[in-house]
């Protein structure tokens, strides 16, 4: 074939250059312009046809700007690859074919932008191109090979059309290894919009599913609400189990975002409730399960509320579950009420009031027209609560009765109905008189239990609570504090009941349920009391339940007992003004020689009476003098000897409770409460303590620093991964602790060093293990020292900030900000590695390494002149010290060209007052001075 000379091709690529140009100005002439350049293709032999083509379109795949005339330019060009001439079909797919290769090879140019402009256009086509498009099965493949090399291209644009164009085949079958691509892709891909344009391409499968929903939680708002639209117009309510609708509304109802929680309320609304709901609320419900997800079940009716998407239907309130014959003494019958409808008509009452209350009160503040207005609709929401309650309190109770009596399996919905009690009138003495029979049934209603295959009796709940639950027993406290609303009176009520439940106990003719059934009424009356002098001079006295069931409980041989009266003990202590020494002998017996679950809630006492009273009114309740390393301001704790047979040591509180973290056995975790351990109750009221640090001053402020490494210690080590609550507990106060002080900033400096060398495998006697063991730890240690360098930069939270300007003393040195700043934990990094020799271990070379890299990350400010200098005469043994790292040597020569560029009178030397100021008489001046 003869090789057409390049200036014969120059009319063709005038009219191809004069069409192009005309198409990048405006797409209203696209459609003609695509029959021209039609025309002229099937006129010119198609090779010529196309290096004109290629030529003429090469100025796009050079601009990198995304201006609106070069995409009209895209467009077309991908229009006119897919417009197939049916008079001339086999020029069109020869020039489709050699432009799609034409394309495949832009794909892997060194040039960015002809990448992402080769990625764009293969994007537009493959979007465009019609279903029964003959294509060969060869080049498809080229095409699909070389767009998933593009997947991970560095540059985002290019990676976002690869991704584009890729969506089209990820819902085919024969093409599976795209979609696993995807799903590999999308929780490494760093870039939002690359997320964002994974997400979209996901097609509904079971595969995909937990992917979408995983990017609920995406740091990106547009990523989080593509999710919400992705799962409203591909995913079907009946599709989803019941556990992942209940994590899409939870997270989406509650998301930071205005603009993603619309997108879920417009899911749940548009897509659930009309279109697989027929716009019932009731039957939302029961696609929830609201019996093991209540919380979600409340926020999603309390969404609805607000949203006014939730109108009341005749027959739809609490008197179609009773008869007519309910108000006779015989007869009497109700209906059952199904968890969904319980739990609808308790927050609808729930709203209805608060609604009538609110509109009240706005009608109180204003006058005139506004405020009828207001009142007209307290009244309204007024009469639409009266329809929704029954019309006697004896009704109410026989419903209640009847769902208690069906059993267990009928205690949520009891428990939704005891709540409607806040929305009753009490006020009538018949109405009172009989509610408070019922509150005495609840009060004498013994803990559930069933019978294990050895015979033994195991109660059903948590042991500690009325009923079983928490919720049970604060739905009793709720209509008991109701009925008796008189000061006094609910004390007097539930002490009536502890004084008949604790005389077996006392007569010791109670057994373990028995016992249990006490404890959880005590437990009630002190939770709720304000104050013990509304217990004295009742049925029983506080003493008389101190010392005749709370420590004999304690004592108990069954463990579900002793929890439940330490659980009292530690409330009893609340209640205290002057805490008892037998109480506090006890709750320390517990804590040292209790198993795990007992040690737990002691350790909640002890924490809680600590936070409460004060450390050192816990420890003056012993009446005898206490050893205290923290008070003696030891940098190292010596640890305690649990093996000691003594009943207790003689150390104060905080110092007991600190040795419990090096307790083994503490970590397990329980069996009760979201698998809490002793140590995770450690760690959260140890964080409680630090961040309101001011509050104890009888703590010493040097041991701060070492409670603070606990907690770091517990947060990276890998043993507390399943511990959820600890994990959230210590990541919350993790992120306000910095900001709160610039103490704590100080505390964070302080506890840098004590906390790498506790972690670094081979320093300090740290255990290591095998090379993974001891890769791993290493890996921990290098990502918690990169976390407390993010928290020592941290900014202060205005307030503070505002405070501190307001009290510098210009005329002070500024030794505590160089203490309580990066200057002075760079200081204590140089000064660690230069106490080292210069032959070191593979342990002290790796340790050395990681916290040089620290080093060279901290940040001198310009104020600082003297740390600077200071600084830059220790950088010089550093590098030395670290020779042997060409990389660690390359950034802290980094970090001494940005010193030496902040020195503002560089060619002076550090006087050495100035060094002996910062530096005092440590080692370090020889470094310096020398």
């Known amino acids: 074939m003869a090789i057409q000379h390049p200036d014969e091709q120059a009319p063709l690529k005038q009219k191809l250059a004069r069409i192009l140009d005309e198409a990048r100005s405006s797409r209203a002439s696209h459609l003609r312009k695509l029959k021209d350049l039609s025309s002229l293709r099937s006129s010119t032999p198609t090779p010529q046809f196309f290096t004109a ?19 009209r330019i895209v467009q077309f060009a991908a229009v006119f690859a897919c417009l197939r001439d049916p008079n001339d079909a086999e020029s069109s797919d020869g020039f489709f074919e050699m432009f799609l290769r034409f394309l495949i090879g832009g794909t892997t140019a060194a040039n960015r932008t002809a990448r992402f402009r080769a990625c764009q256009i293969i994007s537009e086509i493959i979007m465009r191109l019609p279903d029964d498009a003959e294509v060969s099965d060869e080049l498809w493949d080229e095409v699909i090979d070389c767009i998933k090399v593009r997947v991970g291209d560095k540059v985002p644009v290019i990676r976002t059309y690869a991704v584009r164009a890729l969506s089209r085949f990820a819902n085919d079958a024969e093409n599976s290894d795209i979609l696993e691509l995807l799903l590999e892709t999308l929780p490494k891909e760093q870039n939002p919009d690359v997320r964002k344009t994974i997400l979209l391409s996901l097609p509904p499968s079971n595969a995909t599913s937990s992917a979408i ?32 609708r209940t994590i899409i509304l939870k ?8 603009a993603v929680t619309k997108e879920c309320l417009r899911l749940m609304k548009d897509e659930w409730l009309v279109k697989s709901c027929n716009g019932d609320p009731i039957e939302l419900l029961k696609y929830l399960d609201v019996e093991t997800y209540e919380s979600i079940g409340v926020s999603v009716m309390e969404a609805l509320l607000k949203a006014g998407l939730v109108k009341l239907h005749g027959g739809q309130s609490i008197k179609q579950f009773l008869s007519s ?25 729930k709203h209805l009031q608060t609604e009538a209350q609110a509109k009240g009160s706005d009608a109180a503040m204003t006058s005139g027209t506004e405020a009828a207005v207001y009142a007209s609709e307290a009244s309204d929401s007024n009469d639409l609560l009266e329809k929704i309650l029954p019309e006697s309190v004896s009704e109410y109770i026989e419903l209640i009765k009847t769902h208690i009596d069906a059993g267990q399996t009928n205690r949520f919905i009891a428990r939704q109905l005891l709540l409607l009690a806040a929305m009753l009138d009490f006020s009538d003495a018949t109405n009172r008189k009989v509610a408070a029979v019922f509150v005495l049934e609840l009060l004498n209603s013994p803990l559930q239990h069933e019978v294990d295959e050895d015979g033994n009796k195991v109660v059903i709940g948590d042991g500690i609570s009325l009923g079983g ?12 504090k109701k009925v008796h609303s008189t000061q006094g009176v609910f004390e007097e009520v539930v002490l009536g009941v502890v004084a008949e439940l604790a005389r077996p106990c006392r007569e010791r003719t109670a057994d373990f349920l028995d016992w249990m059934h006490c404890l959880s009424v005590i437990g009630l009356l002190l939770e709720h009391t304000q104050s013990l002098r509304w217990i004295y001079g009742k049925s029983i006295e506080p003493s008389e339940i101190l010392q005749s069931l709370l420590l004999p409980g304690a004592k108990h041989i069954h463990l579900d007992v002793q929890r439940a009266a330490i659980r009292c003990l530690g409330l009893f202590g609340i209640l205290e003004r ?11 017996l517990s804590f040292i020689k209790g198993p795990s679950l007992v040690s737990s809630m002691a350790t909640k006492a002890l924490m809680d009476l600590a936070t409460w ?6 420890d003056k309740a012993l009446n005898r003098d206490l050893l205290s390393q923290f008070r003696d301001h030891a940098k190292t704790i010596d640890p305690v000897d649990w093996s000691d047979t003594n009943e207790d040591f003689e150390i104060e509180l905080i110092d007991l409770l600190y040795a419990g973290f090096d307790r083994l056995d503490f970590s397990k975790p329980s069996d009760v409460d979201d698998g809490e351990s002793v140590h995770a109750v450690l760690a959260e009221g140890f964080a ?27 947060y990276f080590n890998s043993k507390t991964s399943d511990f959820q609550r600890l994990k959230q507990c210590l990541s919350v106060f993790f992120e306000h602790y910095p900001s709160l002080s610039v103490k704590h900033k100080k505390c964070i400096c302080n506890a840098f060093l004590p906390a790498m060398r506790s972690m670094w495998p081979g320093i300090n006697g740290t255990a290591g293990g095998s090379n993974v063991i001891v890769s791993n730890m290493r890996k921990r240690a290098i990502q918690a020292s990169r976390f407390m360098l993010q928290m020592l930069q941290a900014p202060l939270y205005p307030k503070e900030t505002e405070q501190v300007d307001e009290n510098v003393d210009k005329n002070l040195p500024d030794q505590n900000e160089f203490d309580c700043g990066e200057e002075g934990l760079a200081i204590c990094i140089a000064a660690e590695i230069l106490s080292f020799q210069k032959k070191k271990n593979a342990a002290e070379k790796s340790y050395v390494s990681a916290i040089s890299k620290i080093l060279a990350l901290l940040r001198f400010r310009p104020t600082e002149q003297v740390p600077i200098k200071l600084m830059r005469r220790l950088l010089n043994r550093v590098s030395e010290a670290v020779s042997a790292d060409k990389e660690v040597v390359k950034e802290v020569k980094q970090m001494a060209e940005r010193l030496k560029a902040s020195d503002e009178s560089p060619d002076e030397p550090l006087e050495s007052d100035q060094a002996r100021l910062l530096l005092g008489n440590t080692f370090l001046l020889y470094f310096v001075i020398c």
Request: proline share 5%; with cysteine; net charge negative.
């Open 53 to 71: 083509f290629s030529q003429t379109l090469t100025p796009v795949f050079t601009t990198q700007r995304r201006i609106a005339s070069v995409e």
């Open 213 to 244: 929903i995983d990017c609920t939680l995406d740091v990106s708002e547009s990523v989080r609400k593509a999710a919400y639209c992705v799962l409203a117009s591909k995913f079907p309510l009946q599709s989803l189990s019941i556990k992942q």
């Open 251 to 258: 997270r989406g109802l509650a998301d930071r975002s205005t």
């Open 325 to 349: 014959e309910s108000n006779t003494t015989e007869g009497s019958s109700t209906e059952p009420v199904d968890a969904e409808v319980a739990l609808y008509l308790r927050t609808l009452c």
């Open 469 to 480: 639950e928490r919720d049970w027993a604060d739905a009793v406290f709720g209509l008991a």
């Open 578 to 588: 002057n805490l008892s020494e037998e109480l506090i002998k006890q709750l320390r």
């Open 613 to 618: 009273h004060g450390p050192h009114e816990v």
């Open 688 to 714: 409680k303590i630090l961040l309101l640090s001011e509050n104890y001053p009888s703590i010493p402020v040097s041991s701060h620093p070492l409670l603070l490494t606990k907690l770091i210690n517990l």
